[in-house]
């Protein structure tokens, strides 16, 4: 046991207070989020001036209500993946980073799952305006299921077969 009686408080696996664990998942959780909010970003920034071009004016109905669906996703997506920033700089100071790390987790997974949709959703109306070709639906859920493979199955995955039963976790 530590002099300062720390021990007791340490969880299992690292050597770390819940408070330093909450500064090292705060800091990882950040890193993620910069990635996934430069990528909403840039297609969001996109899709906003997509409306003001001619071409947008002689699309179909269906087309411009599938850019309406996209660019609200892209929306939904970015204030999903903006919140966590938003979400610390009004609690912080509380002493509740670990509520606030738990919180921002969930907002930054519900911004990737509308990221997905957004990409999806983008992906479908560019491959609709470029051909009518009836492959299109079949390309769009070829990319979808290479993203859910690679965002979510492989991740499950692996948590599932390297995570033991007994790590500590609720």
Known sequence: MREDGKDAARGHGRNETEEERA???????????????TGVQILFGFLLTVVFTPHFQG????????????????SLATGALIGPVAFHRIVSGRRIKPQAVVWASRLTFTGIV?????????????????????????????????????????????RSRYTSKDDGRP
Do not use: N
């Open 23 to 37: 500064d090292r998942r705060w800091q990882e959780l950040v890193q993620e989020i910069r990635v996934a909010q």
């Open 59 to 74: 699309l179909a109905q269906s087309e411009k209500t599938v850019y309406i669906i996209t660019v609200v996703l892209g």
């Open 114 to 158: 509308l990221l997905l949709a957004t990409l999806t959703a983008s992906l479908y109306l560019v491959l609709r305006v470029a051909t009518d070709s009836v492959v299109v639906p079949w390309l769009v859920a070829g990319v979808l299921a290479w993203y859910l493979l690679c965002w979510f199955v492989l991740p499950l995955w692996a």
